[in-house]
Nanobody, 122 residues
C-alpha cells in the first residue's frame, strides 16, 4: 500500500502565500504523475495542478501565474506553492500520485491524500 501525507494548510489573509507538501511512502517503485485537486464547500472537486515524472506541468486557469507545482523525486514529495491567495481559493486540497508499486509489473495505481484545509480570509 501507499500513503500520501499532506501538510502546510492553514488560515491566511488574502494576498498571502502558503506552501503545501505531500509525501508518498510505502510500496513504491516509481511515481508517475503527481498533483493537487481541491474541493470547496458545495462544489465538485477540481484539478489545480499536475506534474509529470518529466516535470511537465499543467494548471487550472484560475491559478495560472499564482500557483507553482514542483516535486522532489528523491523524497517522493510534491509541493504546491500558492501565492496571491484570494477567498475563492478556500477549499480542502488533496494531493494524488500515480504509483507503480513493482518493477515486475507496469501496472499503476492512483492514490489520494487525506486532504488539508486552506482558508483565505478577505
Amino acid at each position: 500500500q501507499v500513503q500520501l501525507v499532506e501538510s502546510g494548510g492553514g488560515l491566511v489573509q488574502a494576498g498571502g502565500s502558503l506552501r503545501l507538501s505531500c509525501a508518498a511512502s510505502g510500496r513504491i517503485f516509481r511515481i508517475y504523475a503527481m498533483g493537487w485537486h481541491r474541493q470547496a464547500p458545495g462544489k465538485q472537486r477540481e484539478m489545480v495542478a499536475t506534474i509529470t515524472s518529466g516535470d511537465s506541468t499543467d494548471y487550472a486557469d484560475s491559478v495560472k501565474g499564482r500557483f507553482t507545482v514542483s516535486r522532489d523525486n528523491a523524497k517522493n514529495t510534491v509541493y504546491l506553492q500558492m501565492n496571491s491567495l484570494n477567498p475563492e481559493d478556500t477549499a480542502v486540497y488533496y494531493c494524488y500520485a500515480d504509483v507503480r508499486p513493482s518493477s515486475l509489473s507496469y501496472r499503476q495505481y492512483g492514490y489520494w491524500g487525506q486532504g488539508t484545509q486552506v482558508t483565505v480570509s478577505s
